[in-house]
């Protein structure tokens, strides 16, 4: 009986382990990605004429999209459970923080999306690279999101010794 209750606290040790690791992970990725959109892909996308910069900006968000949700998701969700182990606020802040970059995508976001996806290149213009600049302004509040979160989940790992 000893020895299987010692082996059920092996087993859960080694879960928190890995959720501690995809939690980091993931949440690194997802920053490390934020960042390097606000501070590399879209200056560099802004050097463009409206009609480049909005037929390079659609198929980039899209598929930014789909990479960066999945992140915030599984290093969210990752974090929380890692406290609902035993694992301490900093693990349950650390997630939250990740996972609100959904609501805040859908109400910050998702309507200037909207409005640049209905814009057909041809008829880009000037105003066209304001809302592009007005995007990439609101996309900074995702990394800062997304370094506040991974911030809290490295400083619950240091705290706990993994």
């Not at 609501?103 to 690279?129: F, G, S, W």
């Amino acid at each position: 009986m000893l020895r299987t209750a010692a082996s059920a606290a092996a087993q859960e040790d080694k879960l928190v382990q890995v959720l501690h690791l995809v939690a980091i992970i993931c949440a690194a990725a997802f920053t490390g990605a934020a960042f390097y959109i606000n501070f590399a892909e879209h200056p560099a996308r802004m050097q463009l004429a409206p009609a480049a910069a909005l037929t390079q900006w659609k198929p980039a968000y899209k598929a930014g999209f789909i990479m960066q949700s999945s992140l915030a998701v599984l290093a969210g969700v990752s974090a929380i459970a890692v406290t609902a182990l035993g694992g301490g606020m900093l693990w349950a802040i650390g997630g939250v923080l990740l996972i609100a970059n959904w609501p805040y995508t859908l109400a910050a976001i998702l309507p200037l999306n909207n409005r640049l996806m209905a814009i057909v290149p041809e008829a880009a213009d000037a105003a066209v690279l304001d809302r592009l600049r007005f995007w990439n302004r609101l996309h900074a509040g995702r990394t800062v999101l997304g370094a506040a979160g991974l911030a809290c989940m490295v400083a619950a790992a240091l705290n706990s010794n993994i």
